[in-house]
């Protein structure tokens, strides 16, 4: 399964029209390693992005910042710290990591928006 990391190289990979293992060559990488990388298998260090960017001829660094982006949200873990939360925030994290993984796609909208206001 691809990360939405994943999404972004390998469309833009076939955009530029590159092989996987074209640009595995390009990066001095195994076309294992970039596969691995695409589908989330590996974590990509910021360098590594740069490396990506590069190859898949990004002129202006938009790609770089669109997958440093993507990158965040492919992280398949996020350490919260609820040292000197109040009683509160700890409360409404708990909350929120119990309930999570059955959230429906709505109620993350509302959530997103929630936060999102000013």
């Given at each position: 399964m691809l990360t939405p990391l994943g999404k972004e190289i390998?469309?833009?990979r076939i955009d530029?029209?590159?092989s996987l293992r074209g640009m595995a060559e390009r990066m001095g990488v195994s076309a294992a390693y970039l596969s691995a990388l695409e589908t989330?298998?590996?974590s990509v260090a910021e360098s590594t992005l740069n490396?990506?960017?590069n190859a898949l001829e990004d002129q202006d660094g938009s790609f770089f910042e669109l997958i440093r982006k993507r990158n965040e949200?492919?992280?398949p873990k996020i350490e919260l710290t609820l040292q000197g939360?109040?009683?509160r925030a700890r409360e409404a994290?708990?909350?929120f990591a119990r309930r999570f993984?059955?959230?429906e796609d709505d109620e993350f909208d509302e959530l997103i928006e929630f936060i999102n206001r000013d």
């Open positions: 390998r469309k833009r530029v029209g590159i989330g298998k590996k490396q990506i960017a949200y492919s992280k939360s109040s009683d994290a708990v909350i993984n059955g959230m």
